[in-house]
């Protein structure tokens, strides 16, 4: 993919940032959290969004979830200005580091055991396990000083770690911090070859770094649970003669038990929330605040606003608790809030996506889909109400309630009653809200009902359900032609006794 435009401020100053995804796996809550803190540092700044796939661990990756991911970040508004860039294709970068800090010392050659290989690729354990395990007791490589018969031609490359010293770093979220450089093992910066192989395959720390070093990124931002990592990267900075970046760590995300959140707490990908029929604007405003504070109590915040707000002193140390409570609330406050013009796009691609989306609606009677879906919001939570329960306000072609047929459609007047109420409105001269409304209630009287038991029955014929849009509204939005015929059929429908749930249609 060619790298989008900036949609919001520019790209001029020199402020550099990556979301670095790996494609072991679709794009999660965590990652999608972590590439919108990115790209709204970006945009504050002025600076470059730029998007690395993190590819190189053939065991784990799944290409065919490279796009997914993609997709994923498209749909939650967040553009790249440089890359996609992929790991697998710079190994030779990597390993041209790797020599070279074997040459001047920094590195050496080890041809132990590969289950030897640890903290070379992943995410280490938390600070927090760290410190209830105590101190880490490293022993050292006997290759470190140079043991007799060693092979260099199968040998991987560990890191010197320099002893009796520390290794200091700040991070702009935890604060300055500093760990014994005895607690760090000898690291593995490239795997000794398989067979067939030249020369082994890089590991994350070393292939972190070199991007990171080449793509002259400025702040890492990313998961607290990188902390542990974050020395031996400083080292091999250092050791590379490159001045480390600004590290942030922003906090992990926990479901309500308070543990990391996984699949055990529910959906965890970010395709999942866009299928069940999120704003993308309202899922962003609700990550935004998984870990980051405006600085006072506001909730609603649009996109522009927090990105003009955005920093990271508003980072918070202390992990987020995802609340799918929350989440549906705050869409259901962007789908009552948003100006119409910005939510009208969103409900076409729901109904399109439903089948039932009409292109003159986008046309010469968008003015009538705008005031229907206008009159409906208040009452949606997700995008799929607009084409399950309010399907009756876009297609004729709709089910009875079963329970609202049951409730409302007992009284056994009300076919002759609904068959009145059509012959007197397709006499109507004008079409509007004070005349149904006066047709129904001069009926009602005249029948000697009172007008509810006439709305509610009227409700269940026109549009299928018990609960909707008050009744003369929503006759005016659907016109008098499709009422009166909807009317007509639920009288045939109440004289035949047809059973709850059968579809009507044209």
Not at 46 to 74: A, C, H, K
Not at 312 to 327: M, P, Q
Not at 340 to 360: F, G, H, K, M, N
Not at 462 to 472: D, K, N, R, S, T
Request: include cysteine.
């Amino acid at each position: 993919m060619v790298a989008t435009s900036n949609s919001i401020g520019n790209s001029s100053g020199g402020v550099r940032v990556r979301f670095a995804p790996s494609p072991t796996g679709y794009l999660h809550v965590g990652g999608a959290r972590t590439a919108l803190f990115n790209w709204f540092f970006a945009r504050r700044q002025g600076g470059t969004m730029i998007l690395r796939v993190e590819d190189t661990d053939v065991e784990r990756n799944r290409p065919e979830l490279v796009e997914g991911i993609l997709d994923g970040l498209r749909w939650l508004g967040v553009d790249w200005d440089e890359g996609p860039y992929f790991q697998s294709q710079r190994l030779d970068l990597h390993r041209a580091a790797a020599e070279k800090l074997a040459a001047s010392g920094a590195a050496y050659f080890c041809d132990c055991p590969p289950e030897k290989y640890a903290g070379g690729d992943a995410v280490e354990e938390t600070d927090d396990a760290k410190k209830e395990a105590g101190p880490r007791r490293v022993t050292r490589c006997a290759c470190r000083e140079g043991k007799a018969g060693l092979s260099v031609r199968n040998a991987a490359i560990r890191f010197r770690v320099p002893l009796g010293t520390t290794t200091k770093f700040d991070d702009a979220v935890f604060g300055p911090r500093e760990v014994a450089n005895e607690e760090i093992e000898d690291f593995v910066l490239l795997r000794s070859p398989k067979d067939g192989q030249e020369i082994g395959a890089p590991t994350y720390q070393l292939s972190a770094v070199v991007d990171d070093i080449d793509m002259r990124i400025t702040h890492v931002i990313r998961g607290s649970d990188h902390i542990s990592n974050t020395p031996k990267q400083a080292l091999l900075y250092r050791a590379l003669g490159a001045t480390p970046p600004v590290f942030a760590h922003v906090p992990l995300i926990l479901g309500p038990d308070r543990t990391r959140l996984s699949k055990r707490h529910g959906a965890t990908s970010v395709g999942s929330y866009r299928d069940e029929g999120f704003l993308p604007e309202a899922f962003r405003n609700f990550l935004a605040l998984l870990g980051w504070s405006p600085g006072e109590d506001a909730q609603f915040l649009r996109t522009l606003e927090i990105v003009a707000r955005f920093s990271l002193e508003g980072v918070s140390r202390t992990n987020a608790v995802f609340d799918r409570a929350k989440l549906e609330w705050f869409n259901t406050e962007y789908l009552q809030k948003l100006p119409i013009d910005d939510l009208l796009p969103a409900v076409q691609a729901e109904l399109e996506r439903a089948r039932l989306w009409q292109p003159e609606w986008a046309k010469e009677k968008r003015e009538w889909f705008s005031k229907t879906v206008d009159l409906l919001r208040p009452r949606t939570r997700l995008l799929p109400d607009f084409s399950t329960w309010a399907r009756a306000f876009f297609s004729d072609s709709f089910e009875y309630n079963p329970q609202a047929r049951e409730k409302f459609w007992k009284d056994e007047r009300l076919g002759s009653m609904l068959g009145k109420l059509a012959d007197a409105l397709v006499a109507l001269p004008e079409w509007n809200h004070d005349a149904c409304d006066h047709v129904l209630r001069e009926l009602a009287a005249a029948e000697g009902v009172k007008a509810g038991l006439l709305i509610n029955a009227t409700r269940v014929a026109i549009v299928g359900q018990a609960v909707a849009p008050p009744l003369f509204e929503t006759m005016v939005v659907l016109g008098q032609r499709p009422v009166v015929n909807r009317l007509r059929r639920a009288v045939e429908a109440l004289g035949a006794r047809i059973p709850p749930g059968e579809t009507r249609g044209n």
